[in-house]
């Protein structure tokens, strides 16, 4: 029997219990695969990250939800590194990360009594959907008339994937209610797809897009509070589909999410159009809610 300490860190907010938590094992080298997955069902976060040595990078970084391994987190790899930094296991403000999405740069800025931390993700993909509109949102407790059609319903990715769904009024994500057992027969193209609606209108006069994050039930989890690649994706989909001033290739954008089930959070995302795409990356910040011990 082996007690493994975990981190409860909370990403995207300043202020504990708000954001999104994750959970956090620093030092997980002598963890095997299903020890990893046993601990993220136990400790019960929408993902746990398990820190590990690389031979490519500066560290390795697993994510694991309740039901199984993802490649790529937002919000847990800005708890990772708010988790290394504050433990003195990280020293320098820019090294590389090792993830099953890629080598992806992180750098950190000390702002005050607070850390910045902002982390590339993988260059934005898209997927059309195909499915039946009325379907998607029935999936979330909504009508076909609270999708916003003038945009399109896409999946995205930069890192893992998502749907992406338009919704005309901010007011509709109060009544949303996901049925997550759905989505794998809806979602016909990538079954195993999360599902993100969002919205131009905001709690926060300064925030430029709101949305809410339904996991797929194969994570066994229902909702993520203040996602980070779903964050990225969105930001990449705004540069793609809604932003109309084309004299420059660059722009900054900040989402809010979880004001809906009280985890206020936010995420600024960078998007760079270049001729392979679009490139993303987040920026954020993190505290310390506790620490507590596992027996496996």
Same mark, same amino acid.
């Given at each position: 029997?082996?007690?493994?300490?975990?981190?409860?860190?909370? +990403?995207?907010?300043?202020?504990?219990? !708000?954001?999104?938590?994750?959970?956090?094992?620093?030092? #997980?080298?002598?963890?095997?695969?299903?020890?990893?997955?046993?601990?993220?069902? *136990?400790?019960?976060?929408?993902?746990?990250?398990?820190?590990?040595?690389?031979?490519?990078?500066?560290?390795?970084?697993?994510?694991?939800?309740?039901?199984?391994?993802?490649?790529?987190?937002?919000?847990?790899?800005?708890?990772? *590194?708010? #988790?290394?930094?504050?433990?003195?296991?990280?020293?320098?403000?820019?090294?590389?990360?090792?993830?099953? +999405?890629?080598?992806?740069?992180?750098?950190?800025?000390?702002?005050?009594?607070?850390?910045?931390?902002?982390?590339?993700?993988?260059?934005?993909?898209?997927?059309?959907?195909?499915?039946?509109?009325?379907?998607?949102?029935?999936?979330?407790?909504?009508?076909?008339?609270?999708?916003?059609?003038?945009?399109?319903?896409?999946?995205?990715?930069?890192?893992?994937?998502?749907?992406?769904?338009?919704?005309?009024?901010?007011?509709?994500?109060?009544?949303?209610?996901?049925?997550?057992?759905?989505?794998?027969?809806?979602?016909?193209?990538?079954?195993?797809?999360?599902?993100?609606?969002?919205?131009?209108?905001?709690?926060?006069?300064?925030?430029?897009?709101?949305?809410?994050?339904?996991?797929?039930?194969?994570?066994?989890?229902?909702?993520? +509070?203040?996602?980070?690649?779903?964050?990225?994706?969105?930001?990449?989909?705004? #540069? !793609?589909?809604?932003?109309?001033?084309?004299?420059?290739? /660059?722009?900054?954008?900040?989402?809010?999410?979880?004001?809906?089930?009280?985890?206020?959070?936010?995420?600024?995302?960078?998007?760079?159009?270049?001729?392979?795409?679009?490139?993303?990356? *987040?920026?954020?910040?993190?505290?310390?809610?506790?620490?507590? /011990?596992?027996?496996?």
């Amino acid at each position: 029997m082996n007690e493994i300490k975990v981190l409860h860190i909370d +990403a995207f907010s300043e202020i504990a219990n !708000k954001g999104n938590p994750a959970g956090i094992v620093l030092s #997980a080298d002598h963890l095997n695969e299903n020890q990893m997955q046993r601990i993220a069902k *136990i400790a019960g976060f929408n993902e746990t990250a398990f820190i590990l040595e690389s031979d490519h990078s500066d560290i390795r970084i697993r994510f694991f939800t309740p039901g199984h391994e993802i490649d790529l987190c937002g919000h847990a790899t800005i708890a990772s *590194i708010y #988790a290394l930094r504050t433990n003195n296991q990280i020293t320098k403000d820019l090294f590389t990360i090792e993830t099953n +999405a890629g080598q992806l740069p992180v750098r950190t800025y000390e702002e005050g009594e607070h850390l910045g931390i902002y982390m590339q993700q993988t260059p934005a993909k898209f997927l059309p959907c195909k499915s039946q509109v009325n379907k998607l949102a029935e999936s979330i407790g909504l009508t076909k008339e609270d999708i916003d059609l003038q945009f399109p319903i896409t999946y995205g990715s930069t890192g893992i994937w998502t749907l992406l769904i338009p919704i005309k009024k901010l007011e509709s994500f109060q009544k949303m209610k996901p049925n997550n057992q759905l989505f794998p027969k809806i979602l016909k193209e990538l079954p195993k797809s999360s599902v993100h609606p969002f919205c131009l209108e905001t709690y926060d006069d300064l925030a430029d897009m709101h949305g809410r994050h339904f996991s797929s039930p194969y994570s066994g989890t229902t909702e993520d +509070a203040v996602t980070g690649t779903a964050s990225g994706v969105m930001g990449a989909y705004f #540069a !793609k589909y809604i932003y109309n001033e084309r004299d420059t290739n /660059k722009l900054s954008i900040l989402v809010e999410q979880g004001q809906e089930i009280d985890r206020d959070g936010r995420v600024s995302v960078n998007v760079e159009q270049t001729s392979d795409g679009y490139e993303v990356g *987040i920026y954020g910040t993190a505290v310390f809610v506790k620490e507590f /011990k596992i027996t496996i």
